[in-house]
C-alpha cells in the first residue's frame, strides 16, 4: 500500500493550491484520511481530517481557507488551499488508515508547499 501527494510548489501570498494523494495497493478500504504539515524545526501538525462518510474537520489556523475532500472511488483525498499566507509554507504529508486488514495508518512522502510574501 502506497499514499503519494502531489500538487505542491511554489504560489504568491494569497493564492491558491490544490494539493492531491493517490492509494494505491491491495487493500479493503480506506477510513480516515489526513493532511498534516511540518515547517523547518517545528513538528508535524494535524491541517485537516475527513472521515469516510465525508465528516471533517480543520486546525483553527486554516479554518476558511483550506477545504478537504475525498473520492472514494478514485481512493483519493484533496486539499484545496485558497488565501495562502507564508505561514502555510512546509511540507504537506497525507495520512490514511487503511484496513487490510489489518487495519493501519500510512504516511506518503510529503509534497513541499512555498508560499512567498
Known amino acids: 500500500v502506497q499514499l503519494v501527494e502531489s500538487g505542491g510548489g511554489l504560489v504568491q501570498a494569497g493564492g491558491s493550491l490544490r494539493l492531491s494523494c493517490a492509494a494505491s495497493?491491495?487493500?479493503?478500504?480506506?477510513?480516515?484520511m489526513r493532511w498534516y504539515r511540518q515547517a523547518p524545526g517545528k513538528k508535524r501538525d494535524l491541517v485537516a481530517a475527513i472521515t469516510s462518510g465525508g465528516s471533517t474537520n480543520y486546525a483553527d489556523s486554516v479554518k476558511g481557507r483550506f477545504t478537504i475532500s475525498r473520492d472514494n472511488a478514485k481512493k483519493m483525498v484533496y486539499l484545496q488551499m485558497n488565501s495562502l499566507k507564508p505561514d502555510d509554507t512546509a511540507v504537506y504529508y497525507c495520512?490514511?488508515?487503511?484496513?487490510?486488514?489489518?487495519?493501519?495508518?500510512?504516511w506518503g512522502p510529503g509534497t513541499q508547499v512555498t508560499v512567498s510574501s
Open positions: 495497493g491491495i487493500f479493503f478500504s480506506i477510513n480516515d
Open positions: 495520512n490514511a488508515d487503511i484496513m487490510g486488514p489489518p487495519i493501519f495508518r500510512y
